[in-house]
């Protein structure tokens, strides 16, 4: 209805992901008592089982997180890693093509998965007298796959139209997050397109599907979550009871997916034949997940491009007036600060006047940046990045029914092998101070360490001044 | 271990790839157990004297509130040559009150760990706070300044305005807006549920007097219902309530007129042409009931059997079954007055014709059969296996409670929504069907698409308008 309120609210939703995590170690009271409660322990055949029991909602949620994600599928094969994820909804050994589906839905369920980075996940939410159907269907896909010539056909159609409908006939063509990886980093894994040339889809093979799945979709290379109105008993015993036969396998080497340094900024104009007004993203290398700075600049991030309290608005919108919107954050448009496991980009993108060039934005950032790193951040910003980073946590944890608690987990599961991370993050954000984030913005929020995607109409059309 | 590779050959699939270990494997279906009890917490309702009603209810699971006024006028509202000035009266009281700048409202909201935001529809807007629960009473207080005392300074409404513009620009490159856009406006014709696009005209004639103007109108206590949801002490959101607007003066308010919908016949095709479009973005739909309507259960439950889950009749056909599209669904929306399903593909060039057909061989069969069995079964526990999710989030069940103040539900709706739709027989889904559809089959098609990929394809529909990408008449492209 109005873009410019739903882009601040898609903003607001991408940092309540992005954020995660935060615990004001002033506060007192509820807020900052609260604790996730986890349970953890992994089947002899190597699979990660996550409980987290919540018995507000007669619902639960059942998902596996699969350690395969994009960055890391065949190299003559780009969008494989998601085009394999949704034949995973194509059948196996006792579940026939898209009966995954009508079971989870006729039972009062919802379903969905995603591919990402580093993982691709399947979930349902199920009333929780539905569990143990829930974890039968996900361990019938995991140990068996049954895949037939049609569907495998019938699949590279869908995703072929998810990829129309979702760059290749829309503005700006999904340039912030797909487009700008594809810039800024060298190393293919990281470089390559992650939706994938509609060539390569149409090229796979029943012989890729099956190779993928035997490498990648085994226990020993996933984890179990469940959370909701169920008991750590119960799911132990289920998943004993569905999971603990599936045979165990050997994993490949894993690829280096390094990044090496960037050392010169890199700037890249592309005209848009559908887009009738400029936008600019740009994104920043970011240390490695778990670090100091990586906390740090954690922390600067609701600061800094949060909400309309942010300095980019404040500066971009309300005081220079040479942006309609601004948003961005780590893993922008994919998923949120711990989400992933290997480089990753701080990324922004900003809708900015038509007059304009996109290098005046980036000279206004600059000053806003250099503020930062010059003056640094006041102890109450601190503060108040603090109280809104644990606020952001809870309105995850209570996302779609408990997904968002539940895919947080499986994150700290599968990356950490510490879901209760959950939990202990906090303290690891709580010793940030003012000085921390002065000095990362220093290091990592600098142009060498930049690149930029200037999206600019192809027609310029008028009007919107 | 290594998986056991077995090669299943079959009639249809001679290169079936199955991967399995099938020694130990659990192959019987579980059964799903006892239905555990849902049950929401009370809701505990007050009117204060000025006639704001508060309507308050525990949701504990995370330490947050959701507080949202919802005042009980939106776009439906817009003087005819003002579309959006409800929505941008909505956001310009967040710019600045009497008591705070529009900076000082962003610093204290983020302090608070909250948001602050207003959605604007065709009957109402909403302001809604969300925060850390110790911060109750300060957003309901911050919320009251918003609602009672906007400034409208003039540099922020100037910004505001700036931000529509080129959002408005923006949007026309969006085939899904577009679609969207022409659906609403040839479907509701003069109606003012029609509108759902600013222009730059509209946006340019909003200043500051206008805006004070529908806020003065329609800004009342006894206009507006407060709703608060969270791990929250109700006494104290009561009083809380009650000092911050207890002061806002009621005034009369003429309810909104009822404007008779327009009557379509037969169905009508509206092409926006779209050069080199890669994909036909098609929009398919009709009138429907108002919110408050005793058939709008039926009618709900039809329409997730055609296409409102992802287990539908359409997804199974033009996704599952023929690969024409990923993400075809269909939306049955009623309001105040009056509703519409639209039904939604983005579909490649070659198939926009036969994704015609398949819509309307799927529509008119439901229409005819109706649907029984396990499909109507397994669409009835969809329904009411989707509730207790639905308002499991303090934003999820506060968007239920609000429909129920909004549309005037019966009180207990939340409570009876489940048991209503079990209720449901094989014969009112066909009678839903066909009061979804429409009985006497009027539809409005919009294409948004570049005809000469798909002209052939339409030869069949020989009443088409041809439109520009701002919805203006023009001629068949190329002619």
Redesign the interface.
């Given at each position: 209805?109005?873009?410019?309120?739903?882009?601040?609210?898609c903003l607001?939703v991408l940092c309540l992901a992005a954020l995660a995590i935060g615990a004001p170690s002033a506060?007192t009271?509820?807020?900052a008592s609260?604790k996730v409660p986890v349970a953890y322990r992994k089947l002899p055949n190597g699979l990660r089982v996550v409980v987290s029991e919540?018995h507000?909602?007669?619902?639960v949620v059942v998902e596996v997180m699969y350690r395969i994600g994009f960055r890391i599928e065949p190299k003559n094969r780009t969008g494989f890693a998601h085009l394999f994820e949704h034949m995973m909804f194509q059948g196996s050994?006792?579940v026939g093509?898209?009966e995954h589906?009508?079971?989870?839905?006729?039972?009062?369920?919802?379903?969905n998965g995603s591919t990402r980075f580093d993982h691709t996940n399947y979930f349902e939410?199920?009333?929780?007298?539905?569990l143990?159907?829930g974890m039968?269907l996900e361990?019938?896909r995991m140990?068996?796959?049954?895949?037939?010539?049609?569907n495998l056909?019938?699949?590279?159609?869908?995703?072929?139209?998810?990829v129309?409908?979702?760059v290749?006939?829309?503005?700006y063509a999904a340039f912030e997050w797909l487009g700008l990886p594809q810039k800024a980093n060298t190393n293919w894994y990281n470089a390559h397109n992650f939706y994938g040339d509609l060539s390569e889809i149409e090229a796979a093979t029943?012989?890729d599907?099956?190779k993928f799945?035997?490498t990648y979709y085994?226990p020993n290379n996933a984890v179990l979550v469940v959370t909701g109105?169920t008991t750590v008993d119960e799911v132990m015993r289920l998943a004993e009871?569905?999971f603990?036969?599936?045979?165990?396998?050997a994993l490949p080497p894993p690829p280096d997916i390094s990044e090496p340094p960037q050392t010169a900024e890199k700037t890249f104009t592309e005209p848009d034949?559908?887009?009738?007004?400029p936008a600019i993203a740009f994104g920043y290398h970011l240390p490695e997940r778990m670090t100091p700075d990586f906390f740090a600049l954690s922390l600067l991030d609701?600061l800094l491009v949060?909400?309309?309290?942010s300095k980019l608005y404040?500066t971009l919108?309300?005081d220079k007036?040479i942006a309609?919107?601004v948003s961005g954050g780590f893993n922008y448009g994919l998923g949120n600060n711990f989400d992933y496991n290997g480089p990753m980009l701080y990324t922004f993108r900003v809708?900015y006047?038509?007059d304009l060039k996109g290098a005046d934005v980036l000279k206004v950032v600059d000053d806003v940046v250099s503020g930062i790193q010059q003056k640094g951040i006041t102890e109450e910003e601190l503060r108040?990045a603090k109280?809104?980073m644990?606020?952001?946590l809870?309105?995850t944890?209570?996302?779609?029914?408990?997904f968002g608690r539940a895919d947080l987990l499986a994150a700290f599961a599968l990356y950490d092998d510490d879901p209760n991370r959950i939990n202990t993050v906090f303290a690891q954000l709580e010793k940030v101070t003012a000085a921390d984030v002065q000095a990362a913005a220093k290091k990592w929020l600098v142009p060498a360490n930049r690149t930029s995607i200037d999206r600019v109409p192809e027609k310029k059309?008028g009007?919107?001044? | 271990m290594i998986r056991r590779v077995l090669s299943v050959a079959s009639v249809s699939a001679v290169l079936a790839v199955s991967c399995a270990a099938p020694t130990f494997a659990q192959t019987e279906r579980p059964a799903v157990g006892a239905e555990r009890p849902f049950q929401l917490a009370p809701r505990l309702e007050r009117t204060l004297p000025n006639g704001m009603r508060v309507i308050v209810t525990r949701q504990t699971v995370v330490p947050k509130v959701s507080v949202t006024l919802t005042i009980l006028s939106g776009l439906a509202s817009d003087p005819p040559n003002m579309a959006g000035l409800a929505a941008i009266t909505g956001e310009a009281i967040q710019e600045g009150t009497k008591l705070r700048t529009s900076q000082d409202i962003r610093r204290q909201v983020f302090g608070m760990g909250g948001s602050l935001s207003a959605a604007a529809s065709q009957d109402y807007t909403s302001i809604t706070a969300r925060g850390l629960s110790e911060f109750s009473a300060g957003l309901i207080d911050l919320v009251a300044d918003v609602a009672m005392n906007p400034a409208f300074p003039e540099q922020e409404v100037a910004i505001l305005k700036q931000q529509h513009l080129q959002s408005l620009e923006q949007q026309q490159a969006s085939p899904q807006f577009v679609a969207n856009r022409e659906f609403r406006a040839h479907l509701f014709g003069e109606h003012p549920y029609a509108r759902v696009s600013e222009t730059v005209e509209s946006i340019n004639a909003v200043n500051r007097e206008r805006l004070g103007t529908f806020h003065h109108d329609y800004y009342r206590p006894n206009n507006a219902f407060l709703l608060v949801v969270g791990a929250i002490d109700p006494d104290q959101v009561f009083a809380a309530a009650t000092k911050a607007f207890g002061g806002w003066p009621k005034v009369a308010n003429e309810p909104p007129k009822s404007v008779p919908q327009p009557s379509i016949e037969g169905r009508h095709v509206y092409f926006v042409q779209r050069p080199n479009s890669i994909q036909s973005s098609i929009s398919v739909g009709n009138f429907t009931v108002k919110r408050n309507d005793p058939r709008w259960y039926e009618m709900y439950l039809a329409n997730t059997i055609f296409g409102g889950a992802f287990n539908s009749r359409i997804v199974r056909n033009i996704r599952e079954d023929k690969g024409y599209t990923y993400s075809p669904s269909s939306l049955f929306q009623a309001f105040r007055q009056a509703g519409f399903y639209k039904f939604d593909a983005d579909v490649r060039n070659e198939v926009t014709g036969p994704t015609l057909t398949e819509v309307f061989k799927e529509i008119d069969k439901l229409r005819a059969e109706g649907s029984d069995g396990a499909e109507l079964n397994g669409a009835k526990q969809y329904l009411r296996g989707l509730f207790p999710y639905q308002t499991s989030s303090q934003a999820g069940l506060a968007a239920v409670l609000n429909s129920v103040y909004l549309f005037n539900l019966p009180k207990d709706y939340p409570e009876t929504f489940r048991a209503k739709i079990a209720a449901i027989t094989p014969e009112q889904v066909k009678a839903g069907a066909n009061a979804l559809f429409g009985s006497g089959g009027g539809s409005v098609v919009v294409i948004v698409g570049d005809w000469a990929k798909v002209k052939d394809q339409l030869a069949e529909y020989k009443d088409i308008t041809f439109l520009d990408i701002s919805g203006k008449k023009t001629t068949a492209p190329g002619e």
């Open positions: 209805m109005l873009k410019s309120r739903v882009m601040r609210q607001i506060q009271g509820a807020a609260y919540s507000a909602s007669p619902i050994e006792h093509k898209f589906v009508r079971i989870v839905n006729e039972n009062g369920g919802i379903l939410v199920m009333p929780s007298n539905a143990e159907l039968w361990a019938d140990r068996s796959l049954k895949i037939t010539p049609e056909k019938n699949q590279q159609n869908v995703v072929s139209e998810e129309r409908v979702n290749l006939n829309q503005p029943l012989e599907v099956k799945f035997d085994v109105d009871k569905h603990g036969s599936i045979p165990q396998h034949k559908l887009a009738r007004t609701p949060g909400d309309e309290s404040q919108i309300k007036q309609a919107a809708d006047r038509p108040q109280v809104n644990r606020s952001s809870f309105e944890l209570e996302s779609q029914g408990g059309t009007g919107g001044q | -």
